[in-house]
């Protein structure tokens, strides 16, 4: 089309354990015409996400692996330059569509695109607190977790993505809530913007059994799970009776080589009648509407942040995804593929 | 009491790992007069049953510790032969009682006593199929597992006093339902008597995730899980999407020394949408109608069977406890204690 050229990222090969660049390749390719109902757009912010990880391997999964020497795909967010015949979308529209990863994008209803109004919020937190970590973090709490107002919480990986919402979330409705995080500065934020009660710093702590403890003197009534590993241990010690644990993702594992003991305490699920519960944002679009409503209000009264991370360029778009397996973004890591206003 | 003598059996040691004889003393004492709104009851049968063996750590329960140099406890069913002032039972009334480890108990509301019905069934089944093993079968497979007809279910130590019943609950329900069992012969029982679809001796089978991936093409729906370990790991990796678990117990764990691992593959429980789920019976207690309506159609029709094995005097109710933990025993294990008449 028009002679553009597009440049976006392939999967050039599996990765073994931890991801390197060398699993990555940068590509630049021609860009079609848009067919009939579909969209050509312009992406300006792509999401990278910890789900990701496992769509890498060849497995089979809740959604398909990714194709070696494909482009990779992902949460997006662009402005649509040109429209097929009969797409339901005109030249200018802002979209949300799953096929980030790439400077240019050919959407059609297979990408999931959904109209988002650049007035309502920066764009770019349609693929964060206002996108599918926020609805996440919705759903995990409320539904999953079936936290009620002034319970007890626990949040791993809580200035994260989904974390940091579920703090807020939480806060908004009585909790006494606890986080953990990688880094003072990350702390700090949880306790002074997020307004958690405690916040403990995993990385300084010798005995994180110990510290989740002594924050929660009468127990946890919902755990957020994002991580995996030490913290479900520690937090199914410390669960009250009949506790939730909303299984969100267990970061930790993803890179292994081989499979990781799960908890050694699993059996206490048994004496203290606890419920483990996984689940994946998709299969809950049905909240959609509730969790907008909710953050619209949150929003409005200043009682909602998000930080994030950005990388700038769709060829650092693996830098990107690797700092999510390093603790090194603060908040939503983000792409910026493109220009604010396209057309 | 008019010079009578009870044998009982004291916890003389907590158990380090497996317990030995040299846990359990044999004590002759003597037996006191009811009091106001007791009643003296003489045992017959007692239960012998795995949750026993967590009440015997000194450790922060849902049930207090046993202490040592005192009786155990554990449901027993005896007959009234004496009855205080103001008790609600009549001498020559059969109760289902906590008091079991002794040949002699006065009874008062702590033992949660329940007068039960010697026409309806042999008044040993109160301590198994009709009893707290079956209500546990019930509400672990239709409450806490949410199993629906037709669907495909996979129980462990399916021919255990809890294990057989969810067997044929399931079955009475057109599950497609797969039990393990320890031995060629309880598999022949479970196929022929209970009616189960396949019987998997884990014993023989050198690998038990591929038996039991063999045994599901299509997936489990609910597995109902009495053992841990190396079963645990097989369900959660053939488990259905939106599978779920309902964790009963993990005989496997209960004499382990230093924790064991939890499962490798707990990762899974959140690309599965599964929900892992313990559960103490006497928290269901409101399930008891249901359930004993449940069972009273079916044992009338002929569907509902189960074994026991009987250890002869109170003396034996070590070897029927120990029994539990070497897969020695088929079906309910249950410990002959008195007369079947006392009055």
Same mark, same amino acid.
């Given at each position: 089309?028009?002679?553009?050229?597009?440049?976006?990222?392939?999967?050039?090969?599996?990765?073994?354990?931890?991801?390197?660049?060398?699993?990555?390749?940068?590509? #630049?390719?021609?860009? @079609?015409?848009?067919?009939?109902?579909?969209?050509?757009?312009?992406?300006?912010?792509?999401?990278?996400?910890?789900?990701?990880?496992?769509?890498?391997?060849?497995?089979?999964?809740? %959604?398909?692996?990714?194709?070696?020497?494909? @482009?990779?795909?992902? =949460?997006?967010?662009?402005?649509?330059?040109?429209?097929?015949?009969?797409?339901?979308?005109?030249?200018?529209?802002?979209?949300?569509?799953?096929?980030?990863?790439? $400077?240019?994008?050919?959407?059609?209803?297979?990408?999931?695109?959904?109209?988002?109004?650049? *007035?309502?919020?920066?764009?770019?937190?349609?693929?964060?607190?206002?996108?599918?970590?926020?609805?996440?973090?919705?759903?995990?709490?409320?539904?999953?977790?079936?936290? *009620?107002? =002034?319970?007890?919480?626990?949040?791993?990986?809580?200035?994260?993505?989904?974390?940091?919402?579920?703090?807020? /979330?939480?806060?908004?409705?009585?909790?006494?809530?606890?986080?953990?995080?990688?880094?003072? $500065?990350?702390?700090?934020?949880? /306790?002074? $913007?997020?307004?958690?009660?405690?916040?403990?710093?995993?990385? *300084?702590?010798?005995?994180?059994?110990?510290?989740?403890?002594?924050?929660?003197?009468?127990?946890?009534?919902?755990?957020?799970?994002? %991580?995996?590993?030490?913290?479900? #241990?520690?937090?199914?010690?410390?669960?009250?009776?009949?506790?939730?644990?909303?299984?969100?993702?267990?970061?930790?594992?993803?890179?292994?080589?081989?499979?990781?003991?799960?908890?050694?305490?699993?059996?206490?699920?048994?004496?203290?009648?606890?419920?483990? #519960?996984?689940?994946?944002?998709?299969?809950?679009?049905?909240?959609?509407?509730?969790?907008?409503?909710?953050?619209?209000?949150?929003i409005a009264a200043g009682k909602m942040k998000w930080k994030e991370t950005v990388f700038d360029g769709i060829e650092k778009a693996p830098d990107a995804f690797l700092s999510l397996f390093k603790g090194e973004?603060?908040?939503?890591?983000?792409?910026?593929?493109?220009?604010?206003?396209?057309?």
């Amino acid at each position: 089309m028009r002679n553009l050229k597009s440049r976006e990222i392939h999967l050039k090969s599996r990765p073994h354990g931890m991801p390197t660049h060398a699993n990555f390749e940068l590509a #630049e390719v021609g860009v @079609p015409e848009p067919k009939e109902g579909e969209a050509l757009v312009r992406n300006i912010w792509m999401s990278v996400d910890p789900y990701m990880r496992g769509r890498m391997m060849d497995r089979q999964s809740y %959604v398909p692996p990714f194709q070696i020497g494909e @482009p990779l795909q992902g =949460g997006a967010i662009g402005q649509v330059v040109a429209a097929g015949k009969g797409a339901k979308f005109a030249v200018g529209d802002y979209l949300n569509h799953m096929l980030g990863w790439r $400077e240019y994008a050919v959407v059609g209803p297979a990408a999931m695109p959904q109209k988002v109004d650049p *007035k309502l919020a920066p764009v770019q937190s349609f693929l964060g607190a206002l996108g599918m970590p926020g609805l996440t973090a919705y759903v995990g709490l409320f539904k999953i977790g079936a936290f *009620k107002p =002034g319970e007890t919480v626990f949040v791993s990986a809580a200035s994260g993505a989904v974390g940091a919402i579920v703090c807020q /979330l939480a806060k908004a409705h009585d909790a006494y809530i606890v986080g953990s995080a990688g880094s003072d $500065e990350k702390c700090q934020w949880l /306790l002074k $913007e997020a307004k958690i009660d405690k916040a403990i710093n995993y990385k *300084k702590e010798k005995d994180l059994n110990a510290a989740v403890g002594a924050a929660f003197p009468k127990g946890i009534d919902v755990y957020f799970e994002n %991580v995996g590993g030490a913290h479900l #241990e520690a937090a199914i010690n410390h669960m009250k009776i009949f506790g939730r644990l909303a299984l969100c993702g267990m970061i930790e594992q993803y890179n292994n080589i081989a499979p990781a003991p799960g908890p050694n305490n699993l059996i206490m699920a048994v004496g203290k009648s606890l419920r483990l #519960e996984g689940f994946i944002v998709s299969n809950h679009f049905d909240q959609l509407t509730a969790f907008q409503n909710e953050m619209g209000k949150l929003i409005a009264a200043g009682k909602m942040k998000w930080k994030e991370t950005v990388f700038d360029g769709i060829e650092k778009a693996p830098d990107a995804f690797l700092s999510l397996f390093k603790g090194e973004n603060f908040g939503k890591a983000l792409v910026k593929v493109g220009p604010d206003k396209a057309v």
